[in-house]
Nanobody
Framework: QVQLVESGGGLVQPGGSLRLSCAASGSIFSISAMGWYRQAPGKQRELVARITSGSSTYYADSVKGRFTISRDNVKNTVYLQMNSLKPEDTAVYYC??????WGQGTQVTVSS
């Protein structure tokens, strides 16, 4: 049974930074692609960033140059470092693992 547990969300001012973490249970983490999605109120869930088992990365255009996804296969954890945050980054952020596993989500609010 795979479980994904996110942490690190919160309230931050525009221009600030947050780091999200997603800890995964199970033995398949190192061979799985991981990603972060987000869903703002009234909008569809969208892909923010993804990282393969070989650590190749993909970013949505809206976050390129500001967000960085990384993984630690020893800790079974994937991270999303978010810098230069904007109000439009406000959303619930979800961790995803290939095989269609999802975390419960963590709220990120960017507001002054």
């Amino acid at each position: 049974q795979v479980q994904l547990v996110e942490s690190g969300g919160g309230l931050v001012q525009p221009g600030g930074s947050l780091r999200l973490s997603c800890a995964a249970s199970g033995s398949i983490f190192s061979i799985s692609a991981m990603g972060w999605y987000r869903q703002a109120p009234g909008k569809q869930r969208e892909l923010v960033a993804r990282i393969t088992s070989g650590s190749s990365t993909y970013y949505a255009d809206s976050v390129k140059g500001r967000f960085t996804i990384s993984r630690d296969n020893v800790k079974n954890t994937v991270y999303l470092q978010m810098n230069s945050l904007k109000p439009e980054d406000t959303a619930v952020y979800y961790c995803w693992m290939s095989g269609n596993y999802w975390g419960q989500g963590t709220q990120v609010t960017v507001s002054s």
